[in-house]
């Protein structure tokens, strides 16, 4: 059964730092895509970041380009994304998700609050 | 980047009756490849996004029947042939074929 989970998340400070982590279990975790898909809570969906299968491709929306990093370890089956120069607009739910141009699996995600 | 409209963003459906979700985007969806990567999502209340179609019209595993996803190019439609109290939440369309991927901004569907 293919399984994504989500940790890391938590209140900090503007300007501050957080590193969310996904584990994944229950399929070939190097022969995928990997994304990370945000939620403000009561808003709509909002798509982060991507990372190829090497780790060699990665993309960003322009709101986090500069401040996110996504980063993978496939000996570890584990997904990563590196926040810095926090701001209230990125207090949300993050997702992990399985793959980029159709994500099928998710994980039940984690709660970042950005808040003084 | 690619805009996705979603209609209507409110969807009140008495149990029994169809319902449509229209999406629009702002480019066309056809991929290099060939492929034309546009979902449907649905978010029951309190729980993750779940894939319900994937490249326009097939239908995920365990997906009921009852959903349908069809369209091309730039225009695009989810289908509940029969709503039952199990479908209200919110429907989000996603393309996957330009950078940065984008959402519709999703259609809550409520039992009338």
């Known amino acids: 059964e293919v399984q994504l989970v989500e940790s890391g998340g938590g209140l900090v400070q503007p300007g501050g730092s957080l590193r969310l982590s996904c584990a994944a279990s229950g399929f070939t975790f190097s022969s995928h895509w990997m994304t990370w898909i945000r939620q403000a809570p009561g808003k709509g969906l909002e798509w982060v970041a991507n990372i190829k299968q090497d780790g060699s491709e990665k993309y960003y929306v322009d709101s986090v380009k500069g401040r996110f990093t996504i980063s993978r370890d496939n000996a570890k089956n584990s997904l990563y994304l590196q926040m810095n120069s926090l701001t209230a607009e990125d207090t949300a739910f993050y997702y992990c998700?399985?793959?980029?141009?159709?994500?099928?699996?998710w994980g039940q995600g984690t709660l970042v609050t950005v808040s003084s | 980047d690619v805009v996705m409209t979603q209609s209507p963003l409110s969807l009140p459906v008495t149990l029994g009756q169809p319902a449509s979700i229209s999406c629009r985007s702002s480019?066309?969806?056809?991929?290099?490849?060939?492929?034309?990567?546009l979902n449907w999502f649905q978010q029951r209340p309190g729980q993750s996004p779940r894939r319900l179609i994937y490249?326009?019209?097939n239908r995920d595993s365990g997906v009921p029947d009852r959903f349908s996803g069809s369209g091309s190019g730039t225009d695009f439609t989810l289908k509940i042939s029969r709503v039952e109290a199990e479908d209200v939440g919110v429907y989000y369309c996603m393309q996957g074929t330009h950078w940065p991927r984008t959402f519709g901004q999703g259609t809550r569907l409520e039992i009338k």
């Open positions: 998700a399985r793959g980029t141009t159709a994500p099928g699996y």
């Open positions: 490249k326009v019209s």
């Open positions: 480019q066309s969806l056809v991929h290099s490849d060939g492929n034309t990567f």
